[in-house]
């Protein structure tokens, strides 16, 4: 149940880096939210989203784009499951793709619509991935300054900061060659980790900046309605107003995400409680890298924790 002091914020993350495997004994296999919203998405994408949730072939054809379908899908699986036990936000807060169950969260747009966003921008970044190679990788243990000069040494290969997660904590985003070299250089010179991420695009750089106005295309039938929740605009650290929502979809994944300002904001304005609506805990470590007093949990982790 919902902690009776201080503010909770929702965490949306973005996508999942492995297929969500759930096996025989996995409590979310009887789960009704599970079944009827994995069921509507299969539907709707003509994908088999239940057998690919429950480990499937290895080898699969749209194996990225299952994935981010996957993650929106059990984000909202997760947030009817904490609506349901009492839990009330006071604000969403998105990483990256999250942005689209975050959404549906708040009403904004049905399941439905997030699901067909969701989708439709996959298949866009599935074809520039195919056309212009890229991708990205994670950094710790180097400042900003660092990391902002290995972008400066490696000036021919489009590299870009994707990913302000935290003070020593970033996710550079750029041409292939050049995400391998910036792996290489920031261990060269100390970094704690430095490790690829699952992506064949340059995620959150100018370099899919190029694709807005194809995403304007995919919103123009879509209808935002009023928000029941607010959701932390992570450029602004403002709530996204109503009608600024669209173009902020559109150039969302080629501009950075300032995840860092986000949580920071938050804990100045009295949020006590992070809850990351999500299979993983990738926003769950984030946050108590940020902040180690902060109450932070998974609800993924905390469904595991009950089995």
């Known amino acids: 149940m919902k902690a009776s002091k201080g503010k909770t914020a929702f965490c949306f993350p973005g996508q999942l880096q492995e297929k969500p495997m759930l096996k025989d004994h996995h409590p979310l296999r009887e789960d009704p939210y599970f079944k009827e919203l994995f069921t509507r998405a299969s539907n709707q994408t003509k994908f088999d989203l239940l057998n690919f949730s429950f480990g499937g ?7 990225s784009l299952k994935l981010q379908i996957s993650t929106y899908i059990l984000s909202m699986v997760h947030f009817y499951r904490l609506r349901a036990a009492g839990w009330n936000p006071d604000i969403f807060a998105e ?6 169950s975050a959404l549906a969260a708040s009403e904004a747009i049905s399941f439905e619509e997030g699901l067909f966003i969701t ?11 195919a056309i212009h190679r890229g991708g990205m990788a994670s950094i710790i243990g180097l400042p900003l300054e660092e990391i902002q000069k290995i972008c400066q ?3 021919g290969f489009q590299l870009s900061i994707a990913n302000y997660n935290g003070s020593m904590h970033f996710v550079l985003s750029g ?11 920031a261990l060269s010179r100390k970094a704690v980790s430095a490790t690829r991420l699952a ?11 190029s694709l807005r106005e194809e995403i304007m295309e995919i919103l123009q039938d879509i209808k935002i309605q009023p928000l029941k929740v607010p959701i932390l605009n992570h ?4 709530p996204l107003r109503r009608e600024e929502i669209k173009d902020f979809l559109s150039q969302e994944i080629g501009r950075p995400v300032y995840w860092i300002r986000c949580v920071e904001k938050l804990l100045q304005e009295g949020f006590t409680h992070f809850i990351e609506v ?4 990738t926003l769950t470590k984030l946050m108590r890298w940020i902040d180690r007093e902060a109450e932070a949990f998974s609800a993924g982790d905390r469904l595991l924790e009950r089995m």
């Open 57 to 63: 072939e290895e080898k699969e054809e749209d194996f």
């Open 235 to 238: 450029w602004t650290i403002k």
């Open 153 to 155: 040494d490696l000036n």
């Open 175 to 185: 041409e292939e060659e050049g995400v391998e070299k910036a792996i290489s250089l």
């Open 95 to 100: 990483h990256s793709m999250g942005v689209y």
């Open 119 to 129: 989708e439709a921008i996959g298949r866009l970044l599935k074809r520039e991935g």
């Open 199 to 209: 992506f064949n695009t340059a995620l959150h750089s100018p370099l899919l900046y």
């Open 278 to 281: 999500g299979h993983e805990a």
